[in-house]
């Protein structure tokens, strides 16, 4: 398992534009209401920036990660990539956490590839949400290049409490003690960014 990516929610993707990093269309989510953006961080991950898709009907549902209630963009969630999906939730609900049920997703890239992927909800929070890419190709080695993710912290006032959900995921990040929430520090050409 590997960070596959860090998911940043803003309430406009006009907003994207003052984080100083450079990024590519990634597509949109039809029927969710959203589009995002992507950022290459190497070593196989990526940065999705996602909000709002002015172009789209407003969805039946509310739109993934809160972004409906959103007042100021925010490092929401992470997920990990995994191979065989099906059998790494059977493991961690056998470890006493439940990641909730795969389903199947799909959007066009603004090229016309189709991209289809499984993954468990997509729910904030410090416990990451799971990915299997299966035989489609990487958003990584499509996104916008020159980002370098530095640093991805995990921090809660009951860091053991993440730790045990991280553990029956068969992850080793570290927690640190501190108030709840995500912190990613990536390199760019301009400097470093701060997402929290």
Do not use: C
């Not at 996602?50 to 549902?61: A, F, L, S, V």
């Not at 409490?161 to 570290?174: I, N």
């Amino acid at each position: 398992m590997a960070l596959d990516h860090l998911v940043y929610a803003v309430p406009d993707l006009a907003l994207a534009g003052d984080l100083g990093i450079d990024l590519s269309e990634g597509g949109r989510h039809i029927g969710r209401g959203t589009r995002n953006l992507l950022a290459d961080l190497g070593d196989g991950a990526y940065l999705e920036v996602i909000g709002p898709d002015p172009d789209q009907p407003e969805p039946d549902q509310p739109r993934p990660f809160g972004i409906d209630t959103l007042t100021e963009p925010k490092l929401v969630a992470w997920a990990v990539r995994v191979k065989d999906i099906e059998d790494v939730v059977e493991r961690a609900k056998a470890q006493g956490y439940d990641p909730g049920p795969v389903v199947p997703m799909s959007r066009e890239r603004p090229d016309g590839v189709l991209l289809q992927w499984q993954l468990t909800p997509m729910l904030p929070g410090l416990l990451p949400f799971l990915i299997d890419w299966g035989s489609t190709r990487h958003p990584s080695e499509d996104a916008a290049q020159g980002a370098q993710l530095e640093l991805f912290q995990i921090s809660d006032p009951n860091p053991d409490d993440v730790y045990k959900g991280l553990k029956a995921l068969g992850l080793d990040y570290p927690v640190a003690n501190g108030p709840t929430g995500l912190q990613a520090t990536i390199r760019t050409p301009n400097g470093e960014v701060v997402l929290r």
